[in-house]
Each structure stands twice: as C-alpha cells, then as structure tokens.
Nanobody, 119 residues
C-alpha cells in the first residue's frame, strides 16, 4: 500500500496550492481519505476528510478556504487550498481509513508534503 502526496511548496500569504494524494495497493473507493497536517512541535491534526460516499468534512481552520475532492478512477484525492496564511505552514499528510463491523480498522499514511506560507 502506498500513499504519495505531492503539490506542496512555498507560497505567499493569500496564495493557493493544490495537494494530491495518489493511492495504490488498496481499493481506495471504499476508504475514507483525510488530509492531516503537523506543524513543528505540534500534534498532527485533521484538516479535511472525504468519505467513500463523497461527503466532505472540514475543520474550522479549513472551512471556506479548502476543498477536498476525490477521483476514484484515478485513485487520487485532492486538497485545494486557497487564501493560505502563515499558520497553514506544516507538513501535510494523506490518510486512508477503512472500518467495517468485522475486521479491525485499517489506516495507511503517506510520507507527507511540506507547505510553507511566507512573504
């Protein structure tokens, strides 16, 4: 199983980035996929998630600025980030999560992509 994030970089405040997470080795269409971020010295926290049904979830910090979407045919989940601010600076990780009534939950992580917002 591999989750490969890309699209990070250095951007000025107010700028935009589009992150991509390409998933291989699992049937991603049945997984909930989330984007998390971790700033230096802080815990990893979820930013947005999207279920297998396409329903999206956003934390307060992302609501109105970020958009998560998925293309299961391409096995890719995207995070469009607009109006970026310095506090958005962090390593961004992709997570694939699956749980049913019988088997233990499954969680897979990518290695992350760095997002830096600075003038």
């Amino acid at each position: 199983v591999q989750l490969a994030e890309s699209g990070g970089g250095l951007v000025q405040p107010g700028g935009s980035l589009r992150l991509s997470c390409v998933v291989s080795g699992i049937m991603v269409e049945v997984y909930r996929v989330g984007w998390y971020r971790q700033a230096p010295g802080r815990q990893r926290v979820e930013v947005a998630g999207i279920g297998s049904d396409g329903i999206a979830y956003y934390t307060n910090s992302a609501e109105g600025r970020f958009t998560i979407s998925r293309d299961d045919a391409k096995k890719t989940v995207y995070l469009q980030m607009n109006s970026l601010q310095p506090e958005d600076t962090a390593m961004y990780y992709c997570n694939a999560h699956y749980k049913d009534l019988v088997a233990p939950p499954e969680d897979y992580w990518g290695l992350g992509t760095q997002v830096s917002v600075s003038s």
